[in-house]
Every structure is written in structure tokens, then in C-alpha cells.
């Protein structure tokens, strides 16, 4: 089943959205700091889905660049896949678009791809499942 998985917001300050999302009554969980994309997470959880909220901890992380670029916002969907890797195939046997081809593996060993923009109506869209899944 296809479900969303998170959204992501870029935000300068985690401390400033915090205060948002806890007047809308949801939890905020506490912060983790993911030193290899240097950011800063905080996630929202949401019903089965979850907002992430990410801060950028150098100058010339990916998340400080997308800030300076475009400003607070949406940086991606994350869509959650039952087979990533059929998935994966159906997509490039019909052209689409991936930033990276092969599957990486994430944080808690969840395996993730990311389409482009430029094949998902412009925007950058995650595709995850679980860990443990090899398809």
C-alpha cells in the first residue's frame, strides 16, 4: 500500500516552528542532529504520517542552500512503497527521472530513492520501505 511518509519542511529555526505546530496541539519530538546530512530533525508526528521539520547546522549544507535559494517551505514528500525495488524498476523502464539510482539505506535502515523534480510535477518526492524489505 502507498501512503504518504513524512513531509518535510526546511525552516531556519526549530525552535520558532516548534512553537507553531505545539499551538496546533501536536507533539513535537525532541531534536536529533543527523551529523552526515548536517542537519538538525525534529519530527512531527501526524496522524499515521509525520512532518519533519529540518534545520540546517553549516553554511553549506544541502538544507542551508535550499534556504538561501527558496526560503522557508516544503522540501519534499516522502511516499511510503510496499517493493521499492519493482517500483524503482517500473519507473526508470518508463523514463522517469531519479536522483539517485540505486537504493540507499537510512536512518533506522529504512531504503529510499529520490525521483527529480523535473518527472514528479516539481517535486523532489522520496520513495521509502520499510527496513528489512529487499523486495
Known amino acids: 500500500m502507498t ?3 513524512h513531509l518535510v519542511i526546511a525552516v531556519k529555526s526549530i525552535a520558532e516552528a516548534r512553537q507553531f505546530y505545539e499551538k496546533l496541539g501536536l507533539e ?3 531534536e536529533e542532529t ?3 546530512e548536517k ?3 525534529a ?3 501526524v496522524g499515521e504520517s509525520r512532518i519533519e521539520l529540518l534545520e540546517p547546522t553549516v553554511p553549506d549544507s544541502t538544507i542551508a542552500k535550499f534556504l538561501e535559494k527558496r526560503g522557508q517551505g516544503l522540501h519534499h514528500v516522502a511516499l511510503h512503497v510496499s517493493n521499492l525495488a519493482a517500483t524503482v524498476e517500473r519507473l526508470k523502464a518508463s523514463g522517469t527521472r531519479l536522483i539517485n539510482e540505486e537504493i540507499k539505506v537510512g536512518a533506522g535502515g529504512h531504503r529510499y ?3 527529480h523534480p523535473v518527472s514528479a510535477g516539481g517535486v523532489l518526492l522520496e520513495l521509502v520501505e520499510d527496513a528489512g524489505h529487499s523486495g
Open 34 to 36: 543527523v551529523e552526515s
Open 43 to 45: 519530527m512531527v508526528p
Open 113 to 115: 530513492v529520490f525521483v
Open 39 to 41: 542537519v538538525r530533525v
Open 28 to 30: 513535537v519530538r525532541p
Open 3 to 5: 501512503q504518504i511518509d
